[in-house]
T-cell receptor, first 112, second 118 residues
Framework: EPEVTQTPSHQVTQMGQEVILRCVPI?????FYWYRQILGQKVEFLVS????????KSEIFDDQFSVERPDGSNFTLKIRSTKLEDSAMYFC??????????FGQGTRLTVV | AQKITQTQPGMFVQEKEAVTLDCTYD???????LFWYKQPSSGEMIFLIY??????QNATEGRYSLNFQKARKSANLVISASQLGDSAMYFC???????????????FGRGTQLTVWP
């Protein structure tokens, strides 16, 4: 069964460093999302991406964040200068028009 | 106001019994979708069941059913014949707008931690 794949599963980075989280969505999906979940809290929407551009973003998704689909298969989330409060589980999700969102297994980001 | 409210931080159920996890939602959209996801301790988000706002029948997927009461704006998840492997965090979520919307962001509740005991 096709699935959304995220790498790495766990990333530790120093405060102020740039980090790139990678996702390979399901191949025939058109809509892509990033969510995050701070430990013990609810899942929060970051950004949605369709037709090679951002379609919606939340107030969390500030200038430190960016997304890219560089090669038609990968979908990346970049955090330019990480802060301690960026420590969270980051989920990528994808969907077709007629399906629901399927989530990857998540990347646990720890900022030290 | 919260889009999704889950009032049960934790629930306990004995193996083989049924359990209901509560979810209420708030939206002014006529078209929306309601979802339940399971998050085991390993952290991944597993899609369980979907209910569209225009669906007249309650959704069912195996042992999962969604008790959809539109007038009360509730979308409770019923798990029948609980198994030890059902122990996990369960999140209710909502999408506003049509299924094919280019937006399609999900609003999540705070989750209910379900523990199934033998």
């Amino acid at each position: 069964e096709p699935e959304v794949t995220q790498t790495p599963s766990h990333q530790v980075t120093q405060m102020g460093q740039e980090v790139i989280l990678r996702c390979v969505p399901i191949s025939n999906h058109l809509y892509f999302y990033w969510y995050r979940q701070i430990l013990g809290q609810k899942v929060e929407f970051l950004v949605s991406f369709y037709n090679n551009e951002i379609s919606e973003k939340s107030e969390i998704f500030d200038d430190q964040f960016s997304v890219e689909r560089p090669d038609g298969s990968n979908f990346t989330l970049k955090i330019r200068s990480t802060k301690l409060e960026d420590s969270a589980m980051y989920f990528c999700a994808s969907k077709r028009t007629d399906t629901e969102a399927f989530f990857g297994q998540g990347t646990r980001l720890t900022v030290v | 106001a919260q889009k999704i409210t889950q009032t049960q931080p934790g629930m306990f159920v004995q193996e083989k019994e049924a359990v209901t996890l509560d979810c209420t939602y708030d939206t002014s959209d006529q078209s929306y979708g309601l979802f339940w996801y399971k998050q085991p301790s390993s952290g991944e988000m597993i899609f369980l069941i979907y209910q569209g706002s225009y669906d007249e029948q309650n959704a069912t997927e195996g042992r999962y059913s969604l008790n959809f009461q539109k007038a009360r704006k509730s979308a409770n998840l019923v798990i029948s014949a609980s198994q030890l492997g059902d122990s996990a965090m369960y999140f209710c979520a909502m999408r506003e707008g049509d299924r094919g919307s280019t937006l399609g962001r999900l609003y999540f509740g705070r989750g209910t931690q379900l523990t199934v005991w033998p």
